[in-house]
């Protein structure tokens, strides 16, 4: 059975910084494009970032280019989201989902789901 458990999410003041993980079982994570998303109140889920299984290449939202990092590594089945110099409006429930085309990711169509951690960005 798949699984996806994000973990990471708390309180922080702005500037500050998260790391979020994403931890995968029941699938092999070496075919699989791993997105993060965010959800914040009252808002539309939007993409934030997602790693390519096949080249590595990496996608973000322009939101949070150069301030949030992507990276896996699937011996530990595990995919991260650094988030350095977080802004309150990156507050939102984060997930992780897994997909074997990277192009779902654009469309919030990824086949598998975590349940969310929340970052919560104080001003």
């Known amino acids: 059975q798949v699984h996806l458990v994000e973990s990471g999410g708390g309180l922080v003041q702005a500037g500050g910084s998260l790391r979020l993980s994403c931890v995968t079982s029941?699938?092999?994570?070496?075919?699989?494009?791993v997105g993060w998303f965010r959800q914040a109140p009252g808002k539309a889920r939007e993409e934030v970032a997602a790693?390519?299984?096949?080249?590595?290449?990496?996608y973000y939202n322009p939101a949070v280019t150069i301030r949030f990092t992507i990276s896996r590594d699937n011996a530990e089945n595990t995919v991260w989201l650094q988030m350095n110099d977080l802004k309150p409006e990156d507050t939102g429930v984060y997930f992780c989902a897994a997909d074997p085309k990277v192009s779902t990711w654009f469309w919030g169509g990824m086949k598998s789901w975590g349940k969310g951690t929340l970052v919560n960005v104080s001003s």
């Open positions: 029941g699938f092999n994570l070496d075919h699989y494009a």
């Open positions: 790693i390519d299984n096949n080249d590595g290449k990496l």
